[in-house]
Structure formats: C-alpha cells, structure tokens
C-alpha cells in the first residue's frame, strides 16, 4: 500500500469515527428526550447541549404538534445527513 492510499485510507477512517460520533450523540440526545432524562443532570444536559448545537440547523426545521415528534424528527434528519454525508465523504476518499 503506497503512502498516499494509506494516508487516504486513514483520513475516510477518521471522517466516519467523526460522522458516527456526531449521529451518536444526536441519537442519544432523542433516546434521552424520550425516556424523558433528568434536564437537571449534568450529563444531559451536556448531550442536551452537543446535539442542539450539532444539530442547530434542523432544530425546529418541523412543525408538528407534538413536541416529541419535533424533536424525533428535527434532530434524526440532523443525524442521518451526518451519517449520508460522513460516509458518502469518506467513500469518495477510499476511490482515491
């Protein structure tokens, strides 16, 4: 394996580990939302805020009546084009 399919190799590795990360902790912040966690905890309220920053772009995008759907909604679209996104990235850089 030559240096630079290696070092892509390495790269397309990294993207994803960072995709799945930023979709895992939006998932959890859904889950957690759910099961309807401790807002006075600190570890929620640290996934609460990870997420709502991850995903401040789709964050009320839905307007359901429903806040959990909002909320299922909004933050999964966020996960999913991070997911699509890191992936698809990644997979172009294997091609390399």
């Known amino acids: 394996m030559t240096t630079h399919a290696r070092n892509t190799a390495v790269a397309a590795r990294i993207v994803v580990v960072v ?3 930023m979709a895992f902790v939006i998932g959890l912040w859904i889950l957690m939302y759910l099961l309807e966690a401790n807002r006075a ?18 964050h009320d995008l839905f307007t359901f009546d429903k806040e959990w759907a909002r909320v299922v909604a909004g933050y999964g679209l966020a996960a999913v084009v991070y ?3 890191g992936h698809g990235v990644a997979g172009q850089l294997r091609k390399r």
């Open 41 to 58: 905890n600190d570890l929620v309220e640290f996934v609460r805020g990870a997420a709502r920053w991850l995903a401040g772009w789709s």
């Open 83 to 85: 997911l699509f996104v």
């Open 19 to 21: 995709a799945d990360v």
